[in-house]
Nanobody, 116 residues
């Protein structure tokens, strides 16, 4: 059974840091593009960070560039999102996503709340 399980969310003050984890089972993350999305209150879901399967190149939304870092541990089959210098506008449910061709998997999401 394919599963993506996020953890590490919570409440933090402005300027704080959090590290989200996404533990995958049922498939090998190194063969998939791994992404983090978020959906804030009243907003559409947006792509925050992407990690390509080939070469390991990364891409970030302009709003998080220089503050967030996506990485993976192939041994643990886990993807991470390190979030620094958090702002209230980063408040959202964060979702892990895996994509390979027509196949795409989603986690259940983890809430991140940044207080001012």
């Amino acid at each position: 059974e394919v599963q993506l399980v996020e953890s590490g969310g919570g409440m933090v003050q402005t300027g704080g840091s959090l590290r989200l984890s996404c533990a995958a089972s049922g498939f090998t993350i190194s063969r998939y593009a791994m992404n983090w999305y978020r959906q804030g209150p009243g907003k559409e879901r947006e792509l925050v960070a992407a990690l390509n399967s080939i070469g390991g190149s990364t891409n970030y939304a302009d709003s998080v560039m220089g503050r967030f870092t996506i990485s993976r541990d192939n041994v643990k089959n886990t993807v991470y999102l390190q979030m620094n210098s958090l702002k209230p506008e980063d408040t959202a449910v964060y979702y892990c996503n895996a994509r390979r061709g027509p196949m795409t998997y989603w986690g259940q999401g983890t809430q991140v709340t940044v207080s001012s």
